[in-house]
Protein backbone atom coordinates (compact mmCIF):
# COMPACT_ATOMS: atom_id res chain seq x y z
CA UNK A 1 0.00 0.00 0.00
CA UNK A 2 2.73 2.32 1.10
CA UNK A 3 4.80 1.69 -2.45
CA UNK A 4 1.18 2.47 -4.22
CA UNK A 5 0.94 5.76 -2.44
CA UNK A 6 4.79 6.71 -3.22
CA UNK A 7 3.90 5.70 -7.08
CA UNK A 8 0.76 8.34 -7.02
CA UNK A 9 2.63 11.33 -4.84
CA UNK A 10 5.55 10.73 -7.76
CA UNK A 11 3.13 11.16 -10.68
CA UNK A 12 1.12 13.89 -9.32
CA UNK A 13 4.80 15.67 -8.79
CA UNK A 14 6.04 15.18 -12.29
CA UNK A 15 2.67 16.10 -14.11
CA UNK A 16 2.77 19.48 -11.70
CA UNK A 17 6.10 20.18 -12.70
CA UNK A 18 5.81 19.80 -16.46
CA UNK A 19 2.69 22.17 -16.02
CA UNK A 20 4.21 24.87 -14.43
CA UNK A 21 7.19 24.69 -17.01
CA UNK A 22 4.51 24.91 -19.52
CA UNK A 23 3.07 27.88 -18.30
CA UNK A 24 6.37 30.24 -17.70
CA UNK A 25 7.14 28.87 -22.02
CA UNK A 26 3.94 30.69 -22.69
CA UNK A 27 4.53 34.02 -20.83
CA UNK A 28 7.64 34.24 -22.56
CA UNK A 29 5.76 34.69 -25.90
CA UNK A 30 5.68 38.26 -27.06
CA UNK A 31 2.14 39.76 -26.45
CA UNK A 32 0.97 40.62 -29.97
CA UNK A 33 -2.05 43.28 -29.18
CA UNK A 34 -1.72 46.77 -30.27
CA UNK A 35 1.94 46.06 -31.48
CA UNK A 36 2.49 48.21 -34.36
CA UNK A 37 2.90 46.24 -37.98
CA UNK A 38 5.97 46.27 -39.46
CA UNK A 39 6.37 47.87 -42.95
CA UNK A 40 9.66 45.56 -44.49
CA UNK A 41 12.24 47.26 -46.43
CA UNK A 42 12.26 44.20 -48.46
CA UNK A 43 10.54 41.09 -49.50
CA UNK A 44 13.65 38.68 -49.58
CA UNK A 45 13.55 36.14 -47.23
CA UNK A 46 16.19 37.01 -44.22
CA UNK A 47 17.30 34.40 -41.15
CA UNK A 48 15.06 33.99 -38.21
CA UNK A 49 17.91 35.22 -36.39
CA UNK A 50 17.82 38.91 -37.90
CA UNK A 51 16.52 41.25 -35.53
CA UNK A 52 17.35 44.82 -37.37
CA UNK A 53 17.96 45.77 -40.76
CA UNK A 54 19.97 48.91 -42.70
CA UNK A 55 18.35 51.48 -44.04
CA UNK A 56 19.17 54.90 -45.86
CA UNK A 57 19.03 57.81 -44.23
CA UNK A 58 20.31 61.36 -44.81
CA UNK A 59 21.28 63.43 -41.90
CA UNK A 60 20.52 66.73 -43.88
CA UNK A 61 19.86 67.88 -47.31
CA UNK A 62 22.56 67.40 -49.81
CA UNK A 63 24.71 65.12 -47.07
CA UNK A 64 26.16 62.11 -47.90
CA UNK A 65 24.21 58.57 -47.00
CA UNK A 66 25.15 56.54 -44.18
CA UNK A 67 23.93 53.57 -43.30
CA UNK A 68 21.74 53.84 -39.80
CA UNK A 69 20.32 50.32 -37.65
CA UNK A 70 16.85 51.23 -36.89
CA UNK A 71 13.81 49.11 -35.19
CA UNK A 72 12.01 46.90 -37.43
CA UNK A 73 8.75 48.73 -37.15
CA UNK A 74 10.14 52.00 -38.35
CA UNK A 75 11.62 53.44 -41.68
CA UNK A 76 13.66 56.50 -41.86
CA UNK A 77 14.47 57.93 -45.18
CA UNK A 78 15.67 61.43 -45.94
CA UNK A 79 14.14 63.18 -42.61
CA UNK A 80 10.75 60.90 -42.63
CA UNK A 81 10.12 58.26 -40.79
CA UNK A 82 7.38 55.82 -41.48
CA UNK A 83 5.70 53.83 -38.84
CA UNK A 84 2.37 51.16 -39.79
CA UNK A 85 -0.38 51.38 -37.47
CA UNK A 86 -2.89 48.67 -36.08
CA UNK A 87 -5.42 50.89 -35.26
CA UNK A 88 -6.53 54.97 -36.02
CA UNK A 89 -8.76 57.07 -33.95
CA UNK A 90 -9.77 58.67 -37.10
CA UNK A 91 -10.82 54.77 -38.64
CA UNK A 92 -9.25 51.92 -40.95
CA UNK A 93 -7.68 53.79 -44.16
CA UNK A 94 -6.14 56.94 -42.62
CA UNK A 95 -2.66 58.42 -43.11
CA UNK A 96 -1.44 60.51 -40.27
CA UNK A 97 1.53 63.29 -41.10
CA UNK A 98 3.63 64.78 -38.44
CA UNK A 99 5.52 67.82 -38.61
CA UNK A 100 9.31 67.20 -37.89
CA UNK A 101 9.49 70.76 -37.79
CA UNK A 102 7.67 73.58 -36.40
CA UNK A 103 6.35 75.93 -39.04
CA UNK A 104 5.85 79.20 -37.55
CA UNK A 105 6.38 77.61 -34.17
CA UNK A 106 3.99 75.38 -34.42
CA UNK A 107 3.00 71.41 -34.08
CA UNK A 108 1.49 70.75 -36.63
CA UNK A 109 -0.43 67.01 -37.51
CA UNK A 110 -2.60 66.19 -40.74
CA UNK A 111 -4.96 63.49 -40.60
CA UNK A 112 -5.95 61.96 -44.15
CA UNK A 113 -8.63 59.97 -45.29
CA UNK A 114 -8.48 59.56 -48.82
CA UNK A 115 -11.42 57.77 -49.28
CA UNK A 116 -13.83 59.34 -47.70
CA UNK A 117 -12.31 62.92 -48.81
CA UNK A 118 -11.56 63.60 -45.32
CA UNK A 119 -8.80 66.28 -44.18
CA UNK A 120 -8.00 67.72 -40.77
CA UNK A 121 -5.43 70.00 -39.96
CA UNK A 122 -4.34 70.10 -35.61
CA UNK A 123 -1.89 72.93 -35.22
CA UNK A 124 -0.40 73.37 -31.45
CA UNK A 125 1.77 76.22 -30.30
CA UNK A 126 2.44 76.90 -26.36
CA UNK A 127 -0.22 76.62 -23.67
CA UNK A 128 -2.62 79.19 -25.99
CA UNK A 129 -3.63 77.58 -29.24
CA UNK A 130 -4.73 74.29 -29.88
CA UNK A 131 -6.93 73.98 -33.22
CA UNK A 132 -8.12 71.34 -35.34
CA UNK A 133 -9.47 73.10 -38.73
CA UNK A 134 -10.63 71.18 -41.78
CA UNK A 135 -8.79 71.63 -44.93
CA UNK A 136 -9.78 71.23 -48.92
CA UNK A 137 -7.68 68.27 -49.77
CA UNK A 138 -4.23 66.88 -48.82
CA UNK A 139 -1.78 70.03 -50.62
CA UNK A 140 -0.03 68.86 -53.51
CA UNK A 141 3.50 69.43 -51.52
CA UNK A 142 2.42 67.12 -48.92
CA UNK A 143 1.31 64.69 -51.17
CA UNK A 144 4.21 64.50 -52.91
CA UNK A 145 6.22 64.22 -50.17
CA UNK A 146 4.07 61.35 -49.21
CA UNK A 147 5.34 59.30 -52.18
CA UNK A 148 8.59 59.93 -51.75
CA UNK A 149 8.35 58.48 -48.34
CA UNK A 150 6.12 55.72 -49.19
CA UNK A 151 8.35 54.55 -52.00
CA UNK A 152 11.41 51.71 -52.11
CA UNK A 153 14.21 52.62 -54.05
CA UNK A 154 15.80 49.38 -54.16
CA UNK A 155 12.46 47.34 -54.86
CA UNK A 156 11.04 49.83 -57.04
CA UNK A 157 7.72 49.59 -55.20
CA UNK A 158 5.40 51.90 -53.55
CA UNK A 159 4.23 50.83 -49.52
CA UNK A 160 0.58 50.67 -49.05
CA UNK A 161 0.12 54.43 -47.18
CA UNK A 162 -3.20 53.07 -45.39
CA UNK A 163 -2.96 53.19 -41.79
CA UNK A 164 0.65 54.79 -41.64
CA UNK A 165 1.99 57.13 -39.76
CA UNK A 166 4.40 59.72 -41.24
CA UNK A 167 6.79 61.75 -39.58
CA UNK A 168 8.56 64.41 -41.91
CA UNK A 169 9.14 68.70 -42.31
CA UNK A 170 6.41 70.74 -43.39
CA UNK A 171 7.48 73.38 -45.53
CA UNK A 172 5.04 75.68 -44.64
CA UNK A 173 6.60 79.59 -45.59
CA UNK A 174 5.56 82.79 -44.27
CA UNK A 175 4.43 85.23 -47.33
CA UNK A 176 3.59 88.95 -47.88
CA UNK A 177 1.36 88.23 -51.02
CA UNK A 178 -1.39 85.48 -52.00
CA UNK A 179 0.84 84.15 -55.22
CA UNK A 180 -0.06 80.17 -54.71
CA UNK A 181 -1.71 78.33 -57.23
CA UNK A 182 -4.37 76.60 -56.73
CA UNK A 183 -3.51 73.25 -59.01
CA UNK A 184 -0.64 72.34 -56.44
CA UNK A 185 -2.70 73.13 -53.21
CA UNK A 186 -0.40 75.17 -51.06
CA UNK A 187 -0.49 76.24 -48.41
CA UNK A 188 1.29 79.35 -46.28
CA UNK A 189 1.15 81.68 -43.27
CA UNK A 190 0.31 85.49 -44.15
CA UNK A 191 -1.48 87.87 -42.10
CA UNK A 192 -4.35 88.77 -44.31
CA UNK A 193 -6.27 90.74 -41.34
CA UNK A 194 -3.72 93.30 -40.43
CA UNK A 195 -3.68 91.97 -36.54
CA UNK A 196 -0.05 91.24 -36.32
CA UNK A 197 -0.59 87.49 -36.69
CA UNK A 198 -0.06 85.30 -39.20
CA UNK A 199 -2.99 82.93 -40.53
CA UNK A 200 -2.93 79.54 -41.99
CA UNK A 201 -3.95 79.50 -45.50
CA UNK A 202 -4.88 76.99 -47.53
CA UNK A 203 -5.32 77.52 -51.80
CA UNK A 204 -8.26 75.43 -53.82
CA UNK A 205 -9.13 75.81 -56.76
CA UNK A 206 -12.52 77.18 -58.72
CA UNK A 207 -13.55 77.64 -62.39
CA UNK A 208 -10.41 79.12 -63.86
CA UNK A 209 -9.31 80.72 -60.92
CA UNK A 210 -7.71 80.16 -57.07
CA UNK A 211 -9.67 80.90 -53.73
CA UNK A 212 -8.21 80.95 -50.59
CA UNK A 213 -9.03 79.71 -46.89
CA UNK A 214 -7.91 81.42 -44.21
CA UNK A 215 -7.51 80.04 -40.49
CA UNK A 216 -6.96 82.48 -37.44
CA UNK A 217 -5.56 80.28 -35.66
CA UNK A 218 -4.34 82.85 -32.58
CA UNK A 219 -7.57 84.72 -32.72
CA UNK A 220 -9.93 83.11 -34.04
CA UNK A 221 -13.44 81.76 -32.89
CA UNK A 222 -14.68 77.79 -32.77
CA UNK A 223 -18.10 79.08 -33.88
CA UNK A 224 -19.61 75.90 -35.68
CA UNK A 225 -21.69 77.44 -37.82
CA UNK A 226 -20.86 74.91 -40.80
CA UNK A 227 -18.65 72.39 -38.82
CA UNK A 228 -19.15 70.50 -35.19
CA UNK A 229 -18.10 72.93 -32.73
CA UNK A 230 -14.57 72.72 -31.89
CA UNK A 231 -13.25 72.67 -35.29
CA UNK A 232 -12.03 76.56 -36.38
CA UNK A 233 -13.51 77.92 -39.29
CA UNK A 234 -12.03 80.09 -42.10
CA UNK A 235 -12.68 84.07 -42.16
CA UNK A 236 -15.89 85.17 -43.99
CA UNK A 237 -17.33 88.16 -45.45
CA UNK A 238 -14.41 89.61 -47.82
CA UNK A 239 -11.97 86.94 -46.81
CA UNK A 240 -14.10 84.29 -48.64
CA UNK A 241 -13.87 86.58 -51.73
CA UNK A 242 -9.49 86.23 -52.06
CA UNK A 243 -8.83 84.96 -55.27
CA UNK A 244 -6.05 84.37 -57.47
CA UNK A 245 -5.14 82.55 -60.70
CA UNK A 246 -6.24 83.42 -64.70
CA UNK A 247 -9.32 85.53 -63.66
CA UNK A 248 -8.62 87.03 -60.53
CA UNK A 249 -5.90 88.97 -58.76
CA UNK A 250 -5.62 89.85 -54.99
CA UNK A 251 -2.87 92.80 -53.60
CA UNK A 252 -1.89 93.80 -50.06
CA UNK A 253 -0.93 97.01 -49.19
CA UNK A 254 0.22 96.32 -45.32
CA UNK A 255 1.37 99.68 -44.77
CA UNK A 256 -2.18 101.62 -45.81
CA UNK A 257 -3.81 98.31 -44.56
CA UNK A 258 -5.89 98.14 -47.76
CA UNK A 259 -6.88 94.58 -49.76
CA UNK A 260 -7.45 95.24 -53.42
CA UNK A 261 -9.45 92.26 -55.26
CA UNK A 262 -10.30 91.65 -58.98
CA UNK A 263 -11.85 89.52 -60.19
CA UNK A 264 -13.95 88.61 -63.86
CA UNK A 265 -17.15 87.16 -63.68
CA UNK A 266 -17.72 85.29 -67.04
CA UNK A 267 -17.29 86.92 -70.20
CA UNK A 268 -18.91 90.46 -69.52
CA UNK A 269 -18.43 91.60 -65.96
CA UNK A 270 -15.26 92.41 -63.55
CA UNK A 271 -15.52 93.04 -60.10
CA UNK A 272 -13.17 95.47 -58.02
CA UNK A 273 -12.86 95.68 -54.53
CA UNK A 274 -11.96 97.38 -51.75
CA UNK A 275 -11.18 96.39 -47.54
CA UNK A 276 -9.48 97.72 -44.81
CA UNK A 277 -10.45 97.60 -41.31
CA UNK A 278 -13.01 99.87 -40.28
CA UNK A 279 -13.05 101.86 -37.09
CA UNK A 280 -16.78 103.38 -36.50
CA UNK A 281 -19.96 103.34 -34.53
CA UNK A 282 -20.55 99.64 -35.84
CA UNK A 283 -16.91 98.12 -36.54
CA UNK A 284 -13.63 97.88 -33.87
CA UNK A 285 -11.05 97.37 -36.70
CA UNK A 286 -13.15 94.91 -38.49
CA UNK A 287 -11.65 94.52 -42.03
CA UNK A 288 -14.40 94.71 -44.46
CA UNK A 289 -15.46 96.10 -47.88
CA UNK A 290 -15.48 100.11 -48.07
CA UNK A 291 -15.51 100.45 -52.30
CA UNK A 292 -16.80 98.59 -54.87
CA UNK A 293 -17.22 98.59 -59.06
CA UNK A 294 -18.90 96.91 -61.29
CA UNK A 295 -18.59 97.12 -64.51
CA UNK A 296 -21.13 95.08 -67.49
CA UNK A 297 -20.47 94.80 -70.97
CA UNK A 298 -23.88 94.60 -72.76
CA UNK A 299 -24.39 93.27 -76.28
CA UNK A 300 -25.98 96.88 -77.49
CA UNK A 301 -22.25 98.30 -76.86
CA UNK A 302 -22.95 100.40 -73.38
CA UNK A 303 -20.69 99.94 -70.65
CA UNK A 304 -22.20 99.94 -67.25
CA UNK A 305 -20.36 101.15 -64.29
CA UNK A 306 -21.58 100.86 -60.97
CA UNK A 307 -20.28 102.66 -57.66
CA UNK A 308 -20.99 101.11 -54.24
CA UNK A 309 -19.35 102.76 -51.19
CA UNK A 310 -19.95 102.21 -47.47
CA UNK A 311 -22.31 103.69 -46.03
CA UNK A 312 -24.12 102.87 -42.21
CA UNK A 313 -22.23 99.55 -42.42
CA UNK A 314 -24.15 98.95 -45.46
CA UNK A 315 -22.46 99.06 -49.31
CA UNK A 316 -24.80 101.86 -51.34
CA UNK A 317 -24.90 102.63 -54.62
CA UNK A 318 -23.79 105.89 -55.00
CA UNK A 319 -22.90 106.06 -59.28
CA UNK A 320 -24.29 104.69 -62.03
CA UNK A 321 -22.55 105.07 -65.83
CA UNK A 322 -23.20 103.83 -68.75
CA UNK A 323 -20.66 104.35 -71.60
CA UNK A 324 -21.51 103.86 -75.17
CA UNK A 325 -18.61 102.54 -77.24
Same mark, same amino acid.
Given at each position: ???????????? =???????? =?AGCKGTNKPDNIGLKDTISVNDSAQSDSVKQRDVIVAEKE $??? =??? %??? !???? +????? +? +?? %? !? %??? &????? $????? =??? *??? &?????????KEKDNLCIWHFQRGDSIDRYITGHKLPWSLSTRCSSALHDDVLDKFYDPVDTTLVLPFDIPIVKQLKMNAADGDMCFMDVNFDGHEEFI?????? &??????????? *?? %?? +??? *??CPGFLESLRGVFGQLVGGYYGETEFDHEKKIIHIKERLGCCETVETWAKPIYDTYNSGKVKVFKEIRKEFWGNGEEHVRTYQLVNDTLKLVSHEINRY
Open positions: MKVICTIIKFVT =LITVTLFV =L $GAD =LEK %ESV !KPDT +IRQRH +I +IV %E !K %EST &NFWGH $GTRTL =LSS *NFP &NGYKVAVFYIAHSGY &NRTYYACFDLV *NG %ED +IGH *NV
